[in-house]
């Protein structure tokens, strides 16, 4: 699975104490109200290569990675699955929305007491949680990084986040200039699919 999909924003919250779950239940009522966003991305690898494009996410469980002109990998998900294309060698990968970290991300019923935590950032406005689901340590890693932002859900707004692979291959994503709940088609989720089309 390609790392993108897989890890860190060193991990992250700190908020005056708050009650026990408390921003967890903040973070949950954020991916629960978050219909739609895009935003632009800046993706290093643990070789320090960068990448940068624009996010596109529609609840529920669509997500496109679009890369900048001149690369040639789009990272899409139709609701169903997640796919890694690779235009230039004309190679579709395919995993179920679940089977990934990003997963906390494209299904906004799943139940974070079971698959995170809150961790400390050392910064007041910050609120950064880990997920890692116990049961499928093969999933990998992600930490999710907020600022506090009081006219998004839940009083948050997504930062970026590192995601670690099951081979502990590190990529950090940072997101810029959110926008929350634009009106997005469902053809934005969809792709050309590189073995049938020769002339990608």
């Known amino acids: 699975m390609p790392a993108l999909l897989v890890p860190a924003m060193a991990a992250a919250q700190a908020q005056a104490p708050a009650q026990p779950g408390g921003d967890l239940a903040r973070v949950g009522a954020h991916l629960r109200?978050?219909?739609?966003?895009?935003?632009?991305?800046?993706?290093?690898?643990?070789?320090?290569?960068?990448?940068?494009?624009?996010?596109?996410?529609?609840?529920?469980?669509?997500?496109?990675?679009?890369?900048?002109?001149?690369?040639?990998?789009?990272?899409?998900?139709?609701?169903?699955?997640?796919?890694?294309?690779?235009?230039?060698?004309?190679?579709?990968?395919?995993?179920?929305?679940?089977?990934?970290?990003?997963?906390?991300?494209?299904?906004?019923?799943?139940?974070?007491?079971?698959?995170?935590?809150?961790?400390?950032?050392?910064?007041?406005?910050?609120?950064?949680?880990l997920v890692r689901d116990p049961k499928h340590p093969e999933y990998g890693a992600i930490t999710l990084a907020f600022t506090q932002r009081g006219d998004a859900p839940g009083g948050l707004l997504l930062q970026g986040w590192v995601a670690l692979d099951a081979q502990n291959n590190r990529t950090t994503v940072r997101l810029a200039n959110q926008r929350l709940n634009p009106p997005l088609s469902d053809t934005l989720f969809r792709f050309t699919d590189p073995r049938r089309d020769r002339q990608r």
């Not at 991305?41 to 997500?63: A, E, M, V």
């Not at 139709?78 to 990968?93: E, I, K």
């Not at 179920?96 to 906390?104: A, M, Y």
């Open 33 to 129: 109200g978050l219909a739609a966003m895009t935003a632009d991305f800046t993706q290093t690898d643990r070789t320090g290569k960068t990448l940068t494009g624009t996010l596109s996410l529609k609840q529920p469980g669509k997500i496109r990675f679009q890369y900048a002109p001149g690369v040639p990998l789009l990272v899409v998900s139709d609701g169903r699955a997640l796919s890694f294309v690779d235009y230039q060698v004309r190679q579709v990968s395919r995993w179920p929305i679940g089977g990934s970290p990003l997963g906390v991300l494209l299904d906004p019923r799943k139940d974070l007491s079971r698959v995170a935590r809150i961790v400390p950032s050392g910064q007041s406005d910050v609120v950064n949680v």
